[in-house]
């Protein structure tokens, strides 16, 4: 669902604030899965670590994906060009 609004907001004219609003949605579902799933792949001696590792890479793409986009946007003067990309990743998700 996520890979399909970042694809929406990238190749179609439907109001941003109503493909938010499914981002959103997409998002929550996916971290009430994820989250409490670690416990069960990762050895309870090593799960703060992992709990610490799974933030910091969140943070990381919080960080970097905006800078990204900044970068693309004036080289191709279309939103268009970095939301392609964005819909890849998140369907790796």
């Known amino acids: 669902a996520v890979a399909l609004v970042h694809l929406a907001l990238a190749v179609t004219a439907l109001p941003a ?3 938010l609003l499914g981002l959103g949605a997409g998002y929550s579902v996916f971290a009430s899965v994820i989250w409490p799933s670690v ?3 990762v050895d309870s001696k090593a799960l703060g ?3 610490g590792v799974i933030t910091s890479l ?6 970097l994906v905006p ?3 900044a970068y693309v946007h004036p080289l191709t003067r279309d ?5 392609l990309p964005l819909s890849e990743w998140s369907g790796v998700e």
């Not at 969140?58 to 960080?63: D, E, H, K, S």
């Not at 939103?79 to 939301?83: L, Q, V, Y």
């Open 39 to 41: 416990p069960f792949v």
């Open 79 to 83: 939103w268009r060009a970095p939301g």
């Open 67 to 69: 800078m990204a986009v």
């Open 49 to 51: 670590t992992a709990y």
């Open 17 to 19: 604030s109503l493909l």
């Open 58 to 63: 969140q943070n990381l793409g919080l960080c």
